[in-house]
């Protein structure tokens, strides 16, 4: 079935320093999207990519979508306490109807 | 606040008896989705309804699960019989469109003893 996967699994930074995660879909995704978790709490949707290529910042943040639409990347510019969290890329499969698949989430702390 | 609310927001039960879960999604969705998360991982998706009718269900969704959407608003999901390998956290999420976003509520955190 279809997969989504993460890397890294966890990452610590020191305040100020740059992160990047990475997602990659074994099929062919209609989007992507990324969520961000604070411990204890639910998943908050931060973007959605749906075209090919497609590039969106958001502030500090900066969201790809790659060409084949099967892998995505989000970066964090000068990281700040308040980034820290579980990013989690989820996709809607082009084949499987309106099901999303997370990946297993990226863990950053931050350390100030 | 998403405006997807659940209920109950925590849930200790016994092994072998029944819960059932409750989500209020955002009142024009009429795609709501059930999630089950474990610490450390990522949403696994169980179920989705596109207004009244159950369009898609995970395999990781045993006979011992059942969710319903009876009048295409609320749902509720069930779980009979339930064993510790059910203890999770039990997310709901709706959303107008496909290619919409989906919001989530702040899940039902279920403990089987």
């Known amino acids: 079935g279809q997969q989504v996967m993460q890397i890294p699994q966890y990452q610590h930074v020191q305040e100020g320093e740059d992160f990047t995660t990475y997602c990659n879909s074994s099929t062919t995704l209609s989007n992507i999207q990324w969520y961000k978790q604070r411990p204890g709490g639910h998943p908050v949707f931060l973007i959605q990519l749906v075209k090919s290529g ?5 502030k500090r943040l900066t969201f790809q979508f790659g060409e084949a639409k099967k892998n995505s990347s989000l970066h964090i510019t000068a990281t700040q306490t308040t980034d820290v969290g579980t990013y989690f890329c989820a996709g809607d499969s082009e084949t499987s109807y309106d ?14 | 606040d998403t405006g997807v609310s659940q209920d109950p927001r925590h849930k200790i039960t016994k092994r072998g008896q029944n819960v059932t879960f409750r989500c209020d999604p955002i009142s024009e969705h009429n795609r709501l989705y059930w999630y089950r998360q474990t610490l450390g991982q990522g949403p696994e998706f169980l179920t989705y309804f596109q207004n009244e009718a159950q369009l898609e269900k995970s395999r990781l969704l045993s006979d011992r699960f059942s969710a319903e959407r009876p009048k295409g608003s609320f749902s509720t999901l069930e779980i009979q019989r339930t064993e510790q390998g059910d203890s999770a956290m039990y997310l709901c999420a709706s959303r107008w469109d496909r290619q919409e976003t989906q919001y989530f509520g702040p899940g039902t955190r279920l403990l089987v003893l």
């Open chain 1, 99 to 112: 099901k999303v698949i997370f990946g297993p989430g990226t863990s950053l702390s931050v350390i100030p």
């Open chain 1, 54 to 58: 497609e590039v969106k910042k958001q």
